[in-house]
């Protein structure tokens, strides 16, 4: 039971590049999220998804989209990255929406 | 907009002492609130949570308490030890329900 698993760890771009940030769970949760962190402002949501086939924005979801591929996997892509990018990723999912989130390691993104 | 402030951003205490951090929210009709630890290059661990219908919740060394007229809640953390050390988030259900909202962290040092 690998909980969350997320791909890659570090990445490095540079700008204007494209690239998709995966993340599965194994434990046959609804809800899933990503989030990014950065430096003294704690974590912040851009995306989730309450259900298999349903996505919402966040907090800061300018820049990203999300695809729900089906109840296991939530992926974010960056169509065109950009150095305001450079931050840490992390997905997260719940059994409930309103119940306790259970976060991957996370991705380091580093744009030039 | 829906907010959390934490306090203090950081915390040095040594080996032995009791460690305090408190959160306040802006939301009353938040009514989930749990509080994550995150070690050195890793995702946020569910350390404890509660609910708005208790005052109260302890485990082990751990205990959060709860004031829901004031709107503030409070991680305790007794007898510390050096591995307590890591960056402590405190966090809110969103009146939605569908997203937590993150304090900005607390940075806990344990020295031996």
């Given at each position: 039971n690998a909980g969350v698993t997320q791909t890659p760890k570090f990445q490095v771009l540079k700008t204007g590049q494209s690239m998709t940030l995966q993340c599965a769970q194994?434990?046959?949760?609804n809800s899933m999220y990503w989030y990014r962190q950065d430096p003294g402002m704690g974590l912040r949501l851009i995306y989730y998804s309450a259900s298999e086939g349903t996505t919402d924005k966040g907090e800061v979801p300018n820049g990203y989209n999300v695809s729900?591929?089906?109840?296991?996997e939530f992926s974010l892509r960056l169509e065109s990255a950009a150095p305001s990018q450079t931050s840490v990723y992390f997905c997260a999912s719940s059994g409930v929406q309103a119940g306790t989130q259970y976060f991957g390691p996370g991705t380091r993104l580093l744009v030039l | 907009g829906e907010n959390v402030e934490q306090h203090p951003s950081t915390l040095s205490v040594q080996e032995g002492d009791s460690a305090v951090i408190k959160c306040t929210y802006?939301?009353?009709?938040?009514n989930y609130f749990p509080w994550y630890k995150q070690e050195l290059g890793k995702g946020p661990q569910l350390i404890i949570d509660i609910r708005s219908n208790v005052g109260e919740k302890k485990d082990q060394r751990i205990a959060v308490t709860l004031n829901k007229t004031a709107k503030h809640f409070s991680l305790h953390i007794t007898?510390?030890?050096?591995?307590?050390s890591a960056v402590y988030f405190c966090a809110a259900l969103n009146q939605a329900g569908t997203a937590l909202i993150f304090g900005k962290g607390t940075t806990l040092s344990v020295s031996s």
């Open positions: 194994d434990m046959n949760h729900r591929l089906n109840k296991r | 802006s939301d009353s009709a938040s007898e510390t030890q050096p591995e307590d």
